[in-house]
């Protein structure tokens, strides 16, 4: 059984940065693809990133190109998320979760919550000034 545990969130400023951290535990986890979503009030889940911890590929949603950055900690097996230039709009509770293997079925889909099995308690984090 796959473990995830979430931290980091917070209230930042506009403009401002933030990291996330996602602890796994249990087996195989050298075989699963890690991932964020979040998950704005009265909005549906969002795919914002994804780590394939058989080659480290990444994959990212449209919106955080450029801006967050999805890493691993082989030793720790800890998955961070490296939000920049957070906007309102990034407002949420961001989410850990796992799947085998890969993170996409098709760039046209991209990230889907369905894909994902196993989840986190979430992180809020609130950007306003």
């Known amino acids: 059984q796959l473990r995830l545990v979430e931290s980091g969130g917070g209230l930042v400023q506009p403009g401002g940065s933030l990291r996330l951290s996602c602890a796994a535990s249990g087996t195989g986890l050298d075989y699963y693809a890690i991932g964020w979503f979040r998950q704005a009030p009265g909005k549906e889940r969002e795919g914002v990133a994804c780590?394939?911890?058989?080659?480290?590929?990444?994959y990212y949603g449209n919106s955080m190109k450029g801006r967050f950055t999805i890493s691993r900690d082989k030793t720790t097996k800890t998955v961070y998320l490296q939000m920049s230039g957070l906007e309102p709009a990034d407002t949420g509770v961001y989410y850990c979760?796992?799947?085998?293997?890969?993170?996409?079925?098709?760039?046209?889909?991209?990230?889907?919550?369905?894909?994902?099995?196993?989840w986190g308690q979430g992180t809020q984090v609130t950007v306003s000034s």
């Open positions: 979760t796992a799947r085998a293997d890969i993170c996409i079925e098709t760039v046209a889909i991209g990230l889907l919550a369905t894909d994902f099995r196993s």
């Open positions: 780590i394939r911890n058989v080659d480290d590929s990444t």
